[in-house]
Every structure is written in structure tokens, then in C-alpha cells.
């Protein structure tokens, strides 16, 4: 039996500025690909700030993950990609608040430039799907 794999880019989430999809998801196993600080309404970054484009980013993933059907207590990884590690400590205390006490294992890199203008950090994360 091979699996299948199933992508999707749920409404309410900002439009992927590449040819992707923000989720994929194969049985019980979630990836959600890089994720910026946009509103979902407006297109546009949601703030100069670390931790206000962290925060967004969250309230993203959550939305994808309920139409994969899970939610921030399901993730297992995070990839940080911050643009100034300078920016770590405002990012850990949004980090924090988003995802509240679970701690999912998690990497975080500083790096040269991301693809947009104002971004200060992008995300992605593995999950797994909620108990059925």
C-alpha cells in the first residue's frame, strides 16, 4: 500500500509567494513549509518587530494545523529562521506566549536574507495529526 501524500493551503492563511503549498500531510505526519509574519487578510506583514511577526506566524501555523487536524500541541519540531540572532530573546518570549507550555524539540538558525522585504524570521514546523 503506498501513502499518499495530501497538500493544501487552507483559507485564512497568507498566500504562499512561491509554487507550494503550505501543508503537506502523509498519514499522521504534518510539515509545514517556511511561514512569515503576513495577515492572511491584507497580504501585507504584520509588524516591524520580531515578536509581533512571531506571534502572527503562530496564530498561521494554528490555522493549518486545524485543517490538518491538529493544533500548536501536536507539533514535534520547529525550524526558526531569524534574520538577527540579536532578535532571539523578543522571538523565545512570543515564541512562549504562542505555544504555551508545550515545548516541542526545536532548531533555530540565524540567517543572511529571507525572500521579502521586512521579514524578520520565517518558521516551519513537523507535527503529528490529534488521536482519533
Known amino acids: 500500500m503506498r501513502s499518499r501524500v495530501e497538500t493544501l493551503t487552507p ?10 503549498s503550505h501543508v503537506a500531510k502523509v498519514g499522521e505526519l504534518i510539515w509545514i513549509g517556511g511561514t512569515a509574519g503576513f495577515d ?41 529562521f531569524l534574520l538577527e540572532m540579536s532578535d532571539f530573546e523578543a522571538m523565545n518570549a512570543a515564541y512562549v506566549d504562542g505555544m504555551g507550555d508545550h515545548r516541542p524539540a526545536r532548531t533555530v538558525v540565524s540567517v543572511k536574507e529571507l525572500p521579502k522585504p521586512g521579514v524578520l524570521l520565517t518558521m516551519n514546523l513537523t507535527a503529528v495529526t490529534r488521536a482519533r
Open 11 to 20: 483559507p485564512d492563511t497568507p498566500t504562499p509567494i512561491g509554487p507550494y
Open 40 to 80: 492572511p487578510a491584507t497580504g501585507r506583514l504584520v509588524g516591524d518587530d520580531v515578536a509581533t511577526q512571531t506571534r502572527r506566524i503562530l496564530q498561521s501555523f494554528a490555522v493549518m494545523l486545524e485543517a490538518a487536524g491538529s493544533d500548536l500541541g501536536h507539533v514535534t519540531h520547529v525550524n526558526v
